[in-house]
C-alpha cells in the first residue's frame, strides 16, 4: 500500500515511521523538511500524494484545509484522504465536501490518546462512509481503529465532547493547586483531590449534574467567593470564574 503522510512532526513522524516499518510504502512531507527512517521525502503535498493510495493529513487543524487545497490537483480519484487532525466537526465536513467535487473519499480520524509512546497503535476513532476502507487498511498494518457508524465529524465529536471534561479537568486542577500554592496549603489540597478523585464511580456523574441544578444558588454564591478569593491571591480566576457564570445561568434560569 501507497501511503501520503503530510506533516511529521511529533504525531506525524512516530505513525509514518511504524507504517514503513509494517511494510507500507510510505512518503511523507512536512515544510520544515523532516526526515524520517524508512519515509521517502517528497518536496511538496502535490508531490506525495501524486501517487498514493491513502493519505495520512497530520499537520493541525489550521493546516488542514491548505493541505487539502494543495494536494487536491494532484490527487487520483478514488483515492482515500485521511484528516486525522483536531479540528472542529465542521471543518472535516468542509474538507470531505471540498474533496467530494473530485470523486476524492474523506475519513474523520479522531486520535483517542497521545501518540508518543504508542504510534501508529494509538487507538483511533474513524467516520465517513469510507470508514470501514480506513480501517480495514490500517488494521492490517498493526493499527487500532475502531469504526464510528456516521458521517465525517462523529469521531471528531467524541474526541472533543469528551475533551471538555478531561482538559475542563486538568484546568481546573491546575488553578487550584496554583491558588493553593499562593495560599500556602498545596499538599493538603493536592491529597483532597486525589481523595474525591479516587472516590468516583459510576454514580458520581448523576450526583455532579443533579447537585449541581438542585443547589445552583448557594454554589454560585460559593464560588462567587471563591473567584475572590484567587483575585486576592494574584492567581487569575479562569475556571473559577467560568463555574460561577454557570451557576448564575442556572439560578436564573426559569423553572422548566
Known sequence: MRIAVLGLGEAGSLIAADLAAAGADVRGYDPKGVAVD??????GEAEAVTDADLVLSVNSSHDAMTALGTALPAL???TLWADLNTASPGLKVSLAERAAAQGVPVVDV???SPVPGKGLRTPMLVSGDAAGRYAGALRGLGAEVTVQPGPVGEAISRKLLRSVFYKGLAAAV??????AEAAGCADWLRGNIGTELAAFDERTIDRLVEGTRTHARRRADEMAAAT???AELGVPA???A????????LRDAPPA
Open 228 to 230: 475572590e478569593q484567587l
Open 110 to 112: 479522531a486520535l483517542m
Open 242 to 249: 467560568a463555574a460561577r457564570d454557570l451557576l448564575v445561568q
Open 76 to 78: 487520483r480519484p478514488g
Open 238 to 240: 479562569r475556571v473559577a
Open 38 to 43: 524508512g519515509v521517502q521525502p517528497r518536496a
Open 174 to 179: 491546575v488553578e487550584a493547586l496554583t491558588a
